[in-house]
Nanobody, 124 residues
């Protein structure tokens, strides 16, 4: 089992940047496929970005070119660098993990473990 703790959220003006971190417990972080999702009030949780244990990356069209996902296995941490933020990026951001194989990296149902979330608010 793995525990995930997100950090780095906050309030930022439109056009600004934030870097989210997700620290994972355990000794087998390198075996996990990692994803970032977000949920705005009244909306369903949606895919943002994912990185496989083989370092392949996927992005939602809405964030492509602005967000970058990366991982540091030595630090058991996955990052989400968010640039050129827009008010519509406002949401609670969650990281998620799934070990070894994963069916669909863009689906929240593919992941076994979730963090508690971190709030990102982008003002206009």
């Amino acid at each position: 089992q793995v525990q995930l703790v997100e950090s780095g959220g906050g309030l930022v003006q439109a056009g600004g940047s934030l870097r989210l971190s997700c620290a994972a417990s355990g000794r087998t972080f390198s075996a996990y496929n990692m994803g970032w999702f977000r949920q705005a009030p009244g909306k369903e949780r949606e895919f943002v970005a994912a990185i496989s244990r083989g370092y392949s990356t996927l992005y939602a069209d809405s964030v492509k070119g602005r967000f970058t996902i990366s991982r540091d296995n030595a630090k058991n941490t996955v990052y989400l660098q968010m640039n050129s933020l827009k008010p519509e990026d406002t949401a609670v951001y969650y990281c998620a993990a799934r070990p070894y194989t994963i069916a669909t990296m863009t689906s929240p149902t593919s992941y076994d473990y979730w963090g508690q979330g971190t709030q990102v608010t982008v003002s206009s």
